[in-house]
Structure formats: structure tokens, C-alpha cells
């Protein structure tokens, strides 16, 4: 275990600033006094000191922020405050790092560098410069030190993660597990070309969409040749933060509100397009990092945090969106358990019971009065009141909904983020059907089921074979064996014809694929399609009629 008792100037500061604030449990702790139940600060107390902390633990608040899976609204909505501003490192020493990153000399690689940084942070400052070709660009240079710093503090905070598991946090949450998550991020940060790559991806992504016009977002560009672990050049783009944007009336009619709405269905599709689709997204949409540029176009910035959704999770989501618009609570709860890392979840029952206590005040309102990410962290809430333990990216996905639903709601009031994702609805369930492309999809369900007509003689024969043989005894009685063998031989039969009319239709669509107009072959293929459909129907009207869909 870490300790913090060592006399360190550090730590010794980190003990003033939690006994400066108030955090009275871990200063009876610390002080070797005897604790009260073990509880963590208050949402405003834990921001309070990781402010007085420094910068590094600012970081800590804000990917903390990021974790509704793991606390309440409060502490969320509190650290979501937290703002990464710092004062600017002089350019004497910024300049030193940027010499030191280049290969060649920086009078030789830039024409012009401004010395007053355009934005400051814990990890990094930006400058705005110019390109010996002419080309501006942004540079984001990492802080001088800062790497040794984040060392140091890194170890503090594991040392502080082992004493909070025995808060009320504890027995519910792996907090060492936690510290090293962050420890990761924070270490990831300090490498620019893990964030340039990211860039790249997220460029490359939106650069083509059926949803939105590509020529519309824009993503920074990445300067590879002069990008290394401690400084990023990539693209200048003349703008402003999209809240401080400004709109006219235009010569064609449009409104200033059209124009908005435009803007902000953009911005939403960009992004459901990233969660739903690609499953690699901009987890940070804060109006920061989304700017509205001069030629009208919008862009996205820092591209530093970044989610993944496996194929498998974007199913369960896009169900769980689906689930929350129908208000339905039995289907939220078969997700929630899908989602789950792991569970002490004794009583299914209890779950849908908590779903359907936190859908019912939804059931009379209309669905521009929900708050979508809202009723998210709600389900995350059940979900951690359960004992359920979701990945660590659900925590990101769902603060990525939020900050866009923020976002977008204050850009734009009257804008409803299930009323912008309904359209999209049947597209996303089509592309989980039958992915991107249909005819693959329908050529290699029919070989599946090519390949169960063949097993499936071979199959029953081996299991009649050893029903009659005394290899396998059943407790069955004689007189039960005959309505078991029937079922048996309509199960076999509705295959065989199922079959049948897939074969039909697959030939005919091959056959029409390779018809002229008007030709012999298009009237056998509309001859097969109606031969099939009419099968078809008949089957289904059978099994409907026997009373055994189920």
C-alpha cells in the first residue's frame, strides 16, 4: 500500500488541503484518531480540494465526471464544473521544448510563431504559428515538468485510493482498480501521437456519412511530420466556441432559428453516427471543443479523450434507447444484465421493479419534455443501487450524451435529443439486421441454413438411434413417444418447406440479377418470387393455425 505518512513536502500539502476543507473523516484518519462511519466528502467539499490540489487533480475530477456508473448526480453535475485553466508557462521555456521535438531548426520548420499562447492547460499550452509554406497551424506544446510531476502525483493518488476503499465507496467499487485506470489515461495524455492518431481516426470517420453532409464537420488535420510525444502541430481553423457564435438574418430567408436547428442536427448526427456506428467517438463535446467556423462549417477540437464501443455493446445500447422511448422496464432490465461486468443481483424481479418506479413518472410526458441523458444516469443509478457493475465505458458514453444534450439544448432550447434520434431508428436496427451490406448478409444466412438442412437428417437419425438403443434411457412412457415423434416430423417437415422457399427466392433474385427486360428469364424470376411467396404464406398461415408459434 502506498503511504501517506511519509514527511514529504507533497504530501504534506495534501493533508493541509484535506484538513483545510473540511473532509473530517479523513483527517480523524490521518491523524490517527478514531473515524465515524466511513463517508466520502460532499460533492462540494471533494471539488473544493481537488482544485486546491492542482491541476493534476483536476484531471482526476474530470475523468471522475466521466463516471456516473459510479456516482450520483450530485458529485457528477459538481466535477462537471471543474475547468482545466491554467496560466500559460513563459515562452522561454516554451520555446526550448519546441526546439528539442524538432529535427531541424525551428526557424527553418515555422515562419512565424505567436509567443502568446491562445489556450493554457495542466498538460499543454497552444500557440498559434505559421508554416514556412504559409500554412497557419495550431501548436500544443506539453508543459515543461510535467511529466515528473504527473509521476509524482500519480503515486499520491493510489496512496489516497487505498485509504478511500475503506470509505462507503469502498464495498462497491474497485477504487485502486479506478487509480489505475486514471494513471493510464493520465500517463496516455502525455503522448501527443496517441492523441494525433485519435484525431486522425475521428477525421476519417466523419469524412463520409449517409446522415449528414461530411462537407459540413470538419476535424483538424494532423501535421505528422513535425508531431511527436510532447508537441502536435495539426491544422489552424478560424472560428469560435459555437455558444459565442453569431447568426444573420440571410438573403435567401433563412432564419436565424433555422440555421440553428440545422447546426444542431448536425451535431447530433455526427455524434450518433460515432456511438452507434463507427464505435470510436469524441467523448468530450463540452461547447469548448465545438467551434463555429467563419465559412459556416462546424468543427470539432481536442480529440485528446475518446470511447469505443464493441459491435456487441452498440447493439445493447441502441436496444436500450429503444427501451427507454417505449417506457418499457422489463426489456431495460434484460439490457442492464447483458451490459453487466459482473453483479450480486439476487432478485431479477427487484431490477424491473426499480426500472418500472423510474419509467412510470416518464409514462404522461411528452417526449419533448424528457431529458434523455438524464433518464440515462437514472438507469445507471438502478443499475448501481442493484449492484450491477457496468463497463467503465458506459460511464463515458453516457457523459458524452449528456455533454451533447447540454450542449446542443443551450445552443439551441427547443431541441429534443429523442426527437433527433426516432429518424435515425430504423436505419440503425436495418444496419444490426443486415449490416452493411444486405446481400452478403442474406447469401450467408442462406449457406447457414443450407448447412442446418443437411445436419439436421443426420442429427434427428442420431438422436432416434439413441432413444431406441440403451445407450440413452429417457423416463418417458410408451404412449408419449408417438406425440413427441410427430412433433418431431412437423419440426423436420416446416424446415424442409422453409427450405424450399429460400432456395426459390434465392434463385430468383440470382436469375433476376442476370435478366434483360422483358426477357424469358425476368418471367421466371417473378414466376419463383410469386411461387415462393405464395409457400410462404402458406406456411406461416399453417403454423399460425396449429396454434404453436411458440
Not at 34 to 55: F, Q, S, Y
Not at 121 to 150: E, F, N
Not at 239 to 254: D, H, I, T, Y
Not at 361 to 370: A, D, G
Request: hydrophobic letters at 40%; a negative charge; aromatic letters at 8%.
Amino acid at each position: 500500500m502506498y503511504s501517506l505518512t511519509q514527511t514529504t513536502s507533497r504530501q504534506r500539502e495534501i493533508l493541509e488541503v484535506v484538513f483545510r476543507n473540511g473532509w473530517d473523516y479523513m483527517r480523524r484518519l490521518l491523524s490517527g484518531g478514531k473515524p465515524d462511519e466511513p463517508k466520502l466528502p460532499t460533492p462540494a467539499v471533494l471539488r473544493n480540494i481537488l482544485v486546491d490540489l492542482g491541476p493534476v487533480y483536476v484531471k482526476l475530477g474530470q475523468l471522475l465526471s466521466t463516471r456516473p456508473d459510479l456516482l450520483s448526480a450530485d458529485y457528477i453535475n459538481e466535477l462537471s464544473l471543474l475547468q482545466d485553466d491554467v496560466p500559460p508557462v513563459p515562452w522561454s521555456q516554451i520555446e526550448i521544448v519546441i526546439r528539442q521535438q524538432l529535427s531541424r531548426p525551428m526557424e527553418e520548420v515555422f515562419a512565424t510563431i505567436n509567443p502568446q499562447a491562445v489556450a493554457a492547460g495542466s498538460i499543454a499550452q497552444t500557440h498559434k504559428a505559421t508554416l514556412a509554406d504559409g500554412r497557419d497551424v495550431a501548436l500544443k506544446v506539453q508543459r515543461p515538468g510535467i511529466d515528473v510531476v504527473i509521476a509524482q502525483d500519480i503515486s499520491l493518488i493510489k496512496g489516497v485510493a487505498s485509504l478511500v476503499t475503506f470509505t462507503d465507496l469502498g464495498p462497491d467499487i474497485d477504487i485502486v482498480a479506478l487509480a489505475d485506470e486514471f494513471s493510464t489515461a493520465l500517463l496516455a495524455e502525455l503522448d501527443f501521437t496517441k492523441e494525433a492518431a485519435n484525431t486522425n481516426q475521428l477525421r476519417q470517420n466523419v469524412s463520409k456519412s449517409r446522415w449528414y453532409d461530411p462537407t459540413q464537420v470538419v476535424i483538424p488535420e494532423i501535421y505528422w511530420e513535425f508531431t511527436t510525444e510532447k508537441l502536435l502541430v495539426m491544422e489552424w481553423l478560424d472560428g469560435v466556441p459555437l455558444l459565442l457564435a453569431e447568426f444573420r438574418e440571410e438573403s435567401n430567408g433563412k432564419t436565424v432559428d433555422v440555421r440553428r436547428r440545422e447546426i444542431t442536427r448536425l451535431l447530433c448526427r455526427v455524434f450518433f453516427q460515432q456511438l452507434y456506428i463507427d464505435g470510436f467517438f469524441h467523448a468530450d463535446p463540452h461547447p469548448g471543443n465545438i467551434f463555429y467556423l467563419k465559412d459556416g462549417r462546424v468543427a470539432l477540437l481536442d480529440c485528446g479523450m475518446v470511447g469505443r464501443l464493441d459491435p456487441r455493446t452498440q447493439q445493447i445500447v441502441t436496444e436500450m434507447l429503444l427501451a427507454i422511448v417505449n417506457i418499457d422496464a422489463r426489456r431495460c432490465s434484460q439490457l442492464t444484465l447483458q451490459l453487466a461486468e459482473s453483479a450480486t443481483l439476487t432478485n431479477v424481479s427487484n431490477l424491473e421493479n426499480d426500472f418500472e418506479k423510474l419509467l412510470r413518472k416518464y409514462y404522461n410526458l411528452n417526449l419533448s419534455q424528457i431529458n434523455f441523458s438524464q433518464v440515462f444516469y437514472e438507469v445507471l443509478q438502478v443499475a448501481r443501487d442493484n449492484k450491477i457493475r457496468l463497463p467503465s465505458n458506459m460511464g463515458l458514453y453516457s457523459k458524452t450524451l449528456a455533454n451533447l444534450e447540454g450542449t446542443a439544448r443551450r445552443f439551441d432550447p427547443e431541441m429534443n435529443l429523442i426527437e433527433e434520434i426516432k429518424p435515425l431508428m430504423t436505419d440503425l436496427f436495418r444496419r444490426q439486421l443486415f449490416g452493411d451490406e444486405p446481400l452478403q448478409a442474406l447469401l450467408q444466412t442462406a449457406l447457414d441454413v443450407k448447412s442446418l438442412s443437411l445436419e439436421s437428417p443426420r442429427q434427428v437419425e442420431l438422436l432416434l438411434n439413441r432413444i431406441t438403443s440403451e445407450t440413452l434411457k429417457w423416463n418417458i412412457k410408451t404412449p408419449d413417444i408417438i406425440p413427441f415423434r410427430r412433433s418431431l416430423e412437423n419440426s423436420a417437415n416446416r424446415l424442409s418447406f422453409s427450405v424450399v422457399v429460400g432456395s426459390l427466392i434465392i434463385g430468383a433474385a440470382i436469375i433476376s440479377s442476370n435478366a434483360q427486360t422483358g426477357g424469358g428469364l425476368s418471367l421466371l424470376s417473378n414466376g419463383l418470387f410469386a411461387a415462393a411467396s405464395f409457400l410462404g404464406l402458406w406456411l406461416v398461415v399453417s403454423i399460425l393455425r396449429s396454434g404453436r408459434l411458440r
